[in-house]
């Protein structure tokens, strides 16, 4: 018998997808609902990530995390291979939501992991908040994903730890 996957879409309801690497649990926690195996685990993954691969050591426990939620992607076996924060308004930017951290391990990069993560965080970002902005600051050459999902640039650009960024807005 073939497994079904299933993953949130924006009408939330299940829809079954073919990519086994897609078939990833989405759940959403506070800091103090992460167990320390999960912090761990997402800890190792932002490291991967952006300390690692981009080559840019920062202090990526900045703070914030303590005032944000968790959006974990967890595959079949238990690992957390997909994952971002969403920022509450005024952790990051006066009145406006933020995702940042977005973080997909190399195992699924290619196979619309990312793209089943941001779509899971707008819609938690929805629920939670309502209609109100989400600002996010988007490395640069990811500005096309981003306004694939909607987000507009604000003309904002910067170096963040010498990684281009762009200042990005998605308007409700």
Do not use: W
Not at 32 to 47: F, K, N, V
Not at 118 to 130: E, P, S, T, W, Y
Not at 139 to 154: D, H, I, M, N, R
């Amino acid at each position: 018998m073939k497994k079904a996957y299933y993953c949130a879409s924006s009408s939330h309801t299940k829809q079954p997808i073919t990519n086994p690497y897609m078939s990833l649990f989405y759940k959403l926690m506070s800091f103090d609902e992460l167990t320390t195996r999960q912090l761990y685990a997402l800890g190792q993954l932002r490291q991967a990530v952006f300390v690692v691969e981009q080559n840019c050591p920062y202090l990526d426990l900045d703070g914030k995390d303590t005032e944000c939620y968790h959006l974990l992607g967890i595959d079949n076996q238990a690992n957390i291979v997909a994952y971002c924060r969403i920022l509450p308004p005024n952790v990051s930017y006066p009145k406006d939501v933020s995702i940042g951290r977005v973080a997909t391990a190399m195992s699924v990069r290619g196979t619309g992991a990312g793209r089943a993560l941001m779509v899971n965080a707008l819609n938690h970002c929805n629920r939670l908040f309502g209609d109100t902005a989400i600002r996010i600051s988007a490395q640069t050459y990811l500005v096309k994903f981003y306004a694939s999902l909607g987000f507009v640039s604000t003309g904002k650009e910067y170096l963040e730890d010498d990684i281009p960024h762009t200042e990005m807005i998605l308007l409700k």
